[in-house]
């Protein structure tokens, strides 16, 4: 990986006139690649830059690296005319604050539900045609945003819940296998695997995805993006395709904390379609909303905990190692205390789904909630998740059937409900959570669990805990990997003044197709 990738370069040619607009803005080269929300909105206070010309800049991205990385499902028809609406509107004299998010493209999961041209149909045949009956709540805050719905995200299809031993991370049937764009042969996890890759490739500029268990943090963490996993509750869940709803969450994968945050703004709060879980969790919105809490000094004084245990299956001579205790020492130097060596009681029952009771309930509320989803469509080629089974053993072909099966389908198909055996599961969830996360964090006073990688994942999984991870690095083959930082329910402002503190002072993420960079297409 020492040449530039040719490929890149000449799809990338016609785009060029758009790529730096205008030469510069107060004496700086303004770039729509990488550019940041802020840098957006400054070039639109500028009339450097339209919306439209934005929208037509990351179309002009996907049609040129789609084809390789499939990370987006459908492009939206009608995103100019979304732009076109947002130039307009910004053009009024009358218009005063219109938002971080106005103009702004996104991409959505492709299980999150749009009431327009788009289908919505977590990345299987099953769904395609299927009619939903409104946007989902967080969607319907986009647009009163003034967001352009750029488009859907592939994803593990189905959550990988079709089989969780057997579907690759980013595969599903209507985009193909997702592709890294730092390493072709590199995992690009999943579930929210599309929303992680356009991010990273510059193919949007802010996406939506969702996390059950890793779905967020994980694609985040090997696309080098920014991907916020919020307290269950603090964004609705209405109109999105469900898994687990006692643990579900939306969040935002961003290639900045800024963007994240911003984003984060729009899509939280309470909403009466999802009563329950937004309702407890609307307590913690604090007034002002989140905003107020990137601060370049929020290191200082933050105690953080380190559980050695979680990442201590990395193997020796990995540069993640030396690379996290580093960025340790960086966190010390901005203010922070370092709570080392600590323990996590049961750890090795939470971080096992089928001993913690987490896979137990998943089965169990995947059918059913799926089944109520189905049943709400105003049409559909499929009802129940028995029709699903259905459809994919009538299409093995089209669903690769023979290659990833559906065995989880099939195990999740023989339950029945939330009974004795799921009530003891999620109350055997909870009293870990309480006895070992929970107790570790208030005993020795930490304001977050900070990890390298993806291993704190099944702790904030099985209590339902925020997580945010930042880009922390690159390995000796060029795959990305973040520091992740974890707390308590509702610490969403704690985890924003840690994690930008931390990006301001490093700065690490690079785009892809850099000069350390080749991508071959597989």
Request: overall charge negative.
């Amino acid at each position: 990986m020492t040449v530039a990738n040719p490929l890149y370069s000449l799809l990338l040619t016609p785009l060029i006139s758009l790529l730096i607009i205008l030469g510069t803005i107060e004496g700086v080269e303004f770039r729509i690649e990488e550019a940041t929300i802020e840098q957006i909105e400054w070039a639109f206070g500028a009339n450097k830059l339209t919306s439209r010309q934005l929208v037509d800049f990351y179309i002009g991205q996907i049609q040129a690296l789609n084809p390789l990385l499939r990370s987006v499902v459908e492009l939206n028809p009608d995103a100019q005319d979304q732009a076109d609406k947002a130039d307009l509107e910004r053009s009024n004299i009358e218009c005063r604050s219109l938002g971080k998010l106005h103009g702004i493209p996104v991409l959505l999961k492709d299980t999150i539900a749009t009431k327009d041209k788009l289908n919505t149909t977590a990345g299987s045949y099953a769904l395609l045609g299927s009619v939903v009956a409104r946007d989902a709540t967080v969607v319907e805050r986009l647009r009163k945003a003034g967001a352009v719905i750029l488009g859907k995200a592939s994803l593990s299809e189905w959550y990988k819940f079709r089989s969780l031993s057997h579907v690759p991370n980013g595969w599903c049937a209507r985009a193909g296998q997702g592709v890294n764009p730092y390493s072709s042969s590199g995992d690009p996890c999943g579930s929210s695997s599309g929303s992680a890759i356009s991010v990273a490739a510059n193919m949007v500029a802010v996406s939506v995805g969702s996390e059950t268990h890793s779905s967020i943090i994980c694609p985040a963490d090997h696309n080098s993006v920014v991907g916020f996993k919020p307290t269950v509750g603090l964004t609705s869940r209405a109109g999105v395709i469900p898994v687990m709803p006692s643990r579900d969450t939306i969040g935002p994968i961003c290639r900045t904390v800024s963007d994240a945050v911003y984003l984060l703004d729009v899509i939280a709060g309470f909403d009466p379609r999802d009563y329950e879980a937004t309702k407890a969790a609307a307590k913690f919105i604090p007034v002002g909303g989140y905003k107020q809490f990137l601060n370049m000094n929020g290191l200082e004084g933050k105690r953080l905990g380190v559980v050695r245990r979680l990442f201590s299956t990395l193997l020796n001579g990995s540069t993640v190692i030396p690379t996290f205790e580093g960025h340790l020492d960086t966190l010390r130097k901005k203010g922070a205390v370092i709570v080392d060596n600590l323990e996590i009681e049961n750890v090795d029952i939470i971080l096992n789904p089928g001993r913690s009771g987490e896979l137990t309930v998943m089965m169990a509320e995947f059918k059913l909630y799926l089944n109520d989803y189905l049943k709400e469509l105003l049409t559909s080629p499929v009802r129940s998740l028995a029709d699903v089974i259905a459809f994919n053993q009538n299409n093995p072909e089209l669903e690769k059937l023979y290659e990833y099966g559906q065995d989880t389908f099939i195990a999740a198909e023989k339950t029945n409900g939330i009974g004795e055996k799921e009530k003891k599961a999620l109350e055997m969830m909870e009293k870990l959570s309480q006895e070992g996360f929970q107790k570790m964090m208030m005993e020795n006073e930490l304001d977050a669990l900070v990890t390298p990688g993806t291993g704190a994942i099944p702790i904030m999984a099985v209590g339902g805990y925020p997580a945010i991870t930042v880009p922390a690095g690159y390995d000796s083959t060029g795959m990305p990997f973040g520091i992740s930082f974890g707390a308590l329910k509702g610490m969403e402002p704690k985890l924003i003044e840690i994690a930008y503190a931390f990006e301001q002072a490093t700065m690490l993420r690079r785009p892809p197709f850099s000069e350390s960079f080749k991508l071959t297409s597989s």
